[in-house]
């Protein structure tokens, strides 16, 4: 634990102006990323007497070996910023938001030439329009179902639009009316997305217009006595009246609406999120909020809302405008409240009020939000999966078990895979405050010492320790920080568009976890030895009797089997092991996939792909000749040549 007074700045040193700052570890690692109106008076509060500060703030300044800040113009700059590194770095004393589930969105690629709509989860990607969230993805397929009658749009897949473009006929959605199909031009490219578009709108909410068209259509055709075309009409119209049923009216007047509600204790909160957009409601949207940092309801809501609209960019597109609405209600306002509205009217481009409901519908609607986020917190609390206390009691179990100085906040584990000793892999999972982060996995392929594959696990173990300890002490040599100690990082103003080099395992473990028993143990602790790791704590976790095996001990560590502990360290291993699995089975997959272009001189992975891309398959570029493959970008003559032999060999 550093002492605060080693890196803290001069007084005079610190700007009064408005800015952004950032702790970070002994290990150059940003930790801790916040905003003020007043840097100096900010970052003095820091800085004061440890036993005054609230308990989280106590533990991130002394995790802390230097800060850094960045001046901004205006305080709506700072809060941008802000959040563009929160993204960036995930400081583990930022405030967490984890989704409560995977939502659902419908997404119209407007990016593409001929836009498609779908089912999309995750992150939101740059040129696609997002509807939703809904609860369910057979929700969204319904509603689709329903809207193709009157906005026959492109909803397959990239392969089967282009098959049916090659073959010439359009696919089942094609016969049966339920698209256009431009694959086959049918429909014009432009008269596709002018379809689109009007789709988008319907789904913007702007119902009423496409209902007044279609009735009107649907009476001209029954005047001139085209009673087919008026029921089909008649249908189209009733599966749009279907489609709008099917999220009631909540709120009059056509209004554009984010409801937010939040419940919650000192450790923890769940927050959730109706969005209303003409008068009904879209989409329900949900997170468990672990308060890691001393944050009140206020600030607490200020960082949900840039979480929620953070990712919007800065235009005044229709996008924005459906991703931020006019109103945005929370149950308390936040402290910075004309700069959280100014950054969020930049956003959408037109007036956004942040406001809490008093009376009317939006409060009781408010109150309704607020009754599903009780609920979703009561949930949250029953499966304890995300549980603070639960979490760190295991890391309390573990650092007791093995003796260590502190708790094992970064745990490695490491698991080998192979079949009878061919295509062997090794995984590496990352677990930080017991809690899995994907982003840093990796996984390695075994070469041995003869570059054929290691001769048992063993040695494979000790390769891959070896290369990943290895790695670390270069990038630390790379950032100048070998053998740093506290008083070593420096504290001072950063430009906050400076360049970071992302070093990929810059950071040390504070525990290494191996799948295994003495032996593997052994090979592990013979790797770090060898490289001169000491600071680094080491076990193994054998699968027989989940025994902890340390370095030199002839006994293992026995946990009692209700031990939150051993769970942690059997999570880590079970999850190593899956991600070995998978790791094993691609390369085992791509390694009995073999093409006779394989052996082709000069002709790499990027490059057949463009061969086969442009002649269609194997048998098409069977039959070309060495100019033809000579056209193709990227090759020359005597690549073509060593082609057509291949193929003809």
């Known amino acids: 634990m550093a002492d605060p007074a080693t890196y803290r700045p001069k007084p005079g040193e610190i700007p009064t102006s408005p800015g952004v700052y950032r702790f970070r570890d002994e290990h150059g690692r940003v930790i801790y990323v916040g905003k003020a109106k007043n840097l100096r008076q900010r970052l003095s509060n820091y800085f004061q007497d440890v036993a005054n500060l609230h308990e989280r703030t106590r533990r991130m300044v002394t995790t802390a070996a230097s800060v850094e800040w ?85 909803t397959c897949s990239a392969g089967v639009y282009k098959r049916a473009g090659q073959s010439g006929r359009p696919c089942l959605l094609g016969y049966i009316d339920k698209c256009s199909a431009p694959c086959v031009g049918r429909i014009s490219v432009d008269d596709h997305r002018a379809l689109v578009l009007d789709f988008c709108d319907f789904m913007a909410g702007d119902t009423a217009k496409f209902e007044r068209r279609l009735t009107k259509r649907m009476q001209e055709a029954a005047a001139e006595m085209e009673y087919e075309q008026a029921a089909r009409l008649r249908d189209d119209i009733e599966a749009l009246r279907r489609a709008t049923e099917k999220n009631a009216v909540v709120l009059g007047d056509a209004t554009d609406a984010d409801v937010f509600a939040l419940v919650g204790d000192e450790l923890e909160a769940a927050v959730q999120v109706f969005h209303v957009r003409g008068g009904r409601i879209r989409g329900q949207r949900g997170w468990v909020v ?41 149950p308390v306002l936040p402290p910075d409240l004309d700069q959280v509205g100014a950054w969020l009217t930049g956003l959408r481009g037109a007036r956004v009020d942040v406001r809490v409901p008093q009376r009317g519908d939006k409060k009781e609607l408010a109150e309704t939000v607020r009754k599903n986020a009780e609920h979703a917190l009561m949930l949250h609390r029953t499966r304890r999966a995300g549980d603070l206390t639960t979490r760190s009691q295991a890391l309390r179990e573990i650092q007791e ?61 000790h390769e891959v320790i070896t290369r990943r300890f ?18 070593d990082l420096p504290s001072g103003e950063v430009d906050a568009d400076a360049p970071e080099e992302k070093a990929r395992f810059a950071y040390p473990p504070s525990l290494v976890v191996v799948d295994g028993g003495p032996p593997q143990v052994a090979a592990a602790k013979r790797a770090m030895d060898e490289l001169g790791i000491t600071d680094v704590a080491l076990c193994g976790l054998a699968k027989r009797l989940e025994e902890v095996w340390v370095p030199g001990e002839d006994y293992p560590v026995i946990l009692q089997r209700s031990s939150e502990g051993l769970y942690l360290l059997q999570r880590v291993r079970d999850e190593a092991h899956r991600f070995a699995i998978t790791q094993h089975r691609r390369r085992r997959s791509k390694g009995m996939t073999a093409s006779v272009l394989d052996d082709v001189p000069g002709l790499g992975p990027a490059r057949k792909k463009v061969l086969l891309t442009h002649f269609g398959s194997l048998k098409r570029l069977k039959t070309a000749s060495v100019e033809e493959i000579a056209s193709v970008r990227g090759m020359g003559d005597k690549t073509a040549e060593a082609v057509v032999a291949a193929l003809k060999a």
């Open 401 to 461: 078990a093995l003796d260590l100085e502190s708790a094992p906040l970064r745990i490695e584990c490491y698991d080998i895979s192979h079949t009878q000793g061919t295509y062997q892999s090794a995984s590496m999972v990352v677990f930080e405050d017991g809690l899995a982060r994907k982003s840093e996995y990796r996984s390695f392929s075994i070469r041995g010492s003869d570059g054929a594959g290691a001769r048992d696990d063993t040695e494979a173990m």
């Open 290 to 330: 672990e308060k890691v940092e001393d944050i009140t309801d206020g600030e607490l809501v200020e960082h949900l809302l840039q979480q929620v609209y953070g990712s919007v960019e800065e235009t005044t597109g229709p996008e924005s405008r459906d991703a931020v609405p006019r109103e945005v209600l929370v």
């Open 70 to 154: 960045t001046v901004v113009g205006t305080e709506v700059e700072a809060l941008a910023l802000e959040f563009t590194w929160i993204q960036q770095y995930d400081p583990r004393f930022n405030v967490k938001y984890r989704d409560d589930k995977s939502y659902p969105y419908l997404a119209v690629t407007l990016g593409e030439e001929v836009p498609r709509a779908q089912v999309m989860r995750g992150a939101k990607r740059k040129g696609t329009r997002y509807f939703g969230p809904y609860g369910h993805a057979w929700a969204i397929r319904e509603t689709l179902d329903l809207l193709l009658r009157v906005f026959p749009i492109r």
């Open 470 to 487: 290895r790695r670390y002490l270069s990038d630390r040599l790379k950032a100048n920080d070998v053998e740093m100690s506290a008083g």
